[in-house]
């Protein structure tokens, strides 16, 4: 079961941040990329632009799972943060696409003018170290899955 300070840790640290770097694969071929990213922590998602003519756009639309980091560079070991996390991307359409849109651009002004697709990166897991809190302190979050129909 996830705790809601540990959760509420790692929003604070999401939205401090803005730089992910990302992983894909498919076909047996894989690309890392970076990204600047927005934090809509109601579905605990990351929204991003990229296009679909890059490597990694190419490899995310043909297969959705992902994984990456999001570290800052502090001076001192004792100012670690960072996180890895396991998630979904995916390609927004219609009001969702609308609505990360705005928000990206809210957080990003110069991407007003692309047009690149608006992609979600739907977090599923999350591993969070934080030095501050203790040496090699971790921090854990897991989407739990719903038996309920949607």
């Given at each position: ?32 990329a970076n990204c600047f990213y ?32 999001i570290a800052p560079h502090p ?45 979600a990166l739907k977090l599923n ?26």
């Amino acid at each position: 079961m996830n705790n809601p300070d540990d959760l509420k840790h790692i929003l604070k640290f999401l939205t401090k941040n803005h730089v992910l770097a990302l992983c894909a694969a498919a076909d047996g071929e894989m690309w890392s990329a970076n990204c600047f990213y927005v934090t809509d922590a109601e579905n605990m998602s990351l929204y991003f632009m990229t296009e679909l003519k890059t490597l990694h756009g190419t490899l995310m639309a043909k297969s959705p799972p992902v994984v990456g980091t999001i570290a800052p560079h502090p001076k001192t070991i004792a100012l670690i943060k960072g996180i890895q996390y396991r998630g979904e991307a995916m390609i927004l359409t219609g009001e969702e696409e609308n609505h990360a849109r705005r928000l990206y651009c809210q957080h990003f002004p110069v991407a007003i003018a692309m047009k690149a697709p608006v992609w979600a990166l739907k977090l599923n897991s999350i591993k969070m170290t934080d030095n501050a809190l203790g040496f090699g302190k971790k921090l854990i979050w897991e989407r739990v899955l719903s038996d309920k129909p949607e």
